[in-house]
């Protein structure tokens, strides 16, 4: 394979926080289409712009003006995908309103693939799913769209993402990979593949199975540990202690692992352990700690918001009608992603209390937070407040004048990170 890395095109489906430093990598050396069927994405792409701000424009622009025959070419145009011999699926798998795997961008990834398929090709999913999605939700769509016979054929592989939003550091090329491939042959193959432009190696899975169940479990373990501390920071709200101090203390031990407390919201954490319960309760077992995970991490805003509330009251506040500023509307700090972001739940709490409520991120791009939740970003902070809430921890909140914005000194303001200076605020998770 790294010796013919020029015969291999590569078709990137989905170009979002995953696909598209996918796509650079691979187009350094070899001849790749990134795709999308956002046509506004590709226009932006094309003109060396990225609104999720996890490319490197410098390598962007230069892989896409490569003279050599690695070379990068975005298109929304399904007849491009036509003489592509391996295709990554890098599309969004969200959960719907009952909190059950939606699966409608991944099926509709492959149905499209399926038209472009031709004998020898490989379909590669990172997308994350459930153990056996691949084989059995996404291979029939192949094989029914293509008419061609699975692992006679045509062949899959899976290697999940783990792209970390926002991470400078920990990029794509630096983070282990995990590969698997539908049969021996095919996974040497992808992992191959990978192993030429993935600095930090690879790990060959023995199956595609084993590949899926991995990153299911790093995020519903991630998951789990954070409810933890979350549990401890209702119970120590109720004893009268503060959460950060106990983890503090607690922290000096050599073994004690050291998770905050906090909302969690992404594409990864809030979201994933659903497939793997689903999952489970596909084979007759309901998981206990995955879902009572999540449960209290759902609930966090509600907490945040309702400590807020009963703040205000302690202090005389009239309630209906006050003035309240949310810092913060992204998942996680310093970044512009707002998928599944828990912020919306102080929000709605607040303004079901009857609270006037502004929200102010310098990263959130207004027209999404506006489509998607169905709230309008105030410009700047130039008002006074009976209440700030500080959900998330984007460096630019350290240089604000939090004394400044409140509305006379008992003016509440909470901090869901304990970011800010103990002092200036009169509670935080």
Not at 272 to 291: F, R, T
Not at 322 to 340: M, V
Not at 378 to 396: F, G
């Amino acid at each position: 394979m790294t010796e013919t890395h020029f015969s291999n095109k590569i078709a990137i489906i989905g170009l979002g926080y995953v696909g598209l430093p996918l796509a650079i990598e691979f187009g350094r050396k070899y001849q790749v289409l990134g795709f999308d069927i956002h046509q506004e994405r590709i226009e932006e792409l094309s003109n060396g712009r990225d609104r999720t701000m996890e490319a490197d424009m410098e390598s962007l622009l230069a892989v896409m003006n490569s003279k050599e025959n690695a070379s990068l070419r975005f298109s929304s145009n399904v007849d491009d995908l036509q003489g592509c011999n391996i295709y990554i699926v890098t599309v969004p798998t969200p959960i719907d309103q009952f909190k059950a795997p939606d699966l409608t961008p991944l099926l509709k990834a492959s149905e499209m693939i399926g038209k472009a398929l031709d004998p020898g090709d490989i379909v590669i999913y990172e997308s994350t799913v459930y153990p056996g999605c691949t084989e059995e939700d996404c291979v029939p769509v192949l094989e029914r769209f293509s008419g061609l016979k699975f692992n006679t054929d045509f062949y899959c592989g899976y290697s999940p993402e783990r792209i970390n939003p926002g991470d400078k550091v920990n990029t794509l090329t630096k983070i282990k990979k995990v590969t698997s491939g539908s049969t021996p042959e095919i996974a040497d193959i992808v992992d191959q593949l990978y192993s030429s432009i993935i600095t930090a190696g690879t790990h060959k899975a023995p199956n595609m199975k084993v590949a899926e169940a991995s990153k299911a479990i790093e995020n519903a373990q991630r998951d789990v540990n954070i409810s933890f501390v979350n549990e401890l920071a209702l119970i120590f709200d109720r004893i009268g202690i503060d959460t950060s101090d106990v983890i503090d203390a607690a922290g000096t031990k050599w073994n004690f692992l050291k998770y905050k407390p906090g909302l969690v919201g992404g594409h990864c954490i809030g979201v994933d352990p659903y497939y793997l319960a689903h999952k489970a309760e596909s084979l007759g077992y309901h998981p206990q700690v995955i879902l009572s995970g999540r449960r209290v991490n759902d609930n966090m805003g509600m907490f945040v918001a309702n400590k807020v509330i009963k703040l205000m009251i302690k202090k005389g506040h009239k309630i209906h009608g006050a003035k309240a500023l949310i810092l913060g509307i992204t998942f996680k700090e310093n970044c512009p992603d707002i998928r599944n972001s828990r912020v919306i739940d102080i929000h709605k709490e607040l303004e079901q209390f009857g609270l006037q409520v502004d929200v102010y991120d310098p990263h959130a791009n207004k027209t999404e937070v506006s489509h998607e939740y169905k709230i309008n970003l105030v410009p700047d902070i130039s008002k006074q407040y009976d209440a700030v809430i500080l959900a998330v921890s984007h460096d630019e909140f350290l240089e604000i004048d939090f004394k400044a914005l409140r509305n006379g000194h008992d003016a509440i303001i909470f901090d869901t990170k304990s970011f800010l200076d103990r002092t200036l605020v009169d509670a935080r998770l």
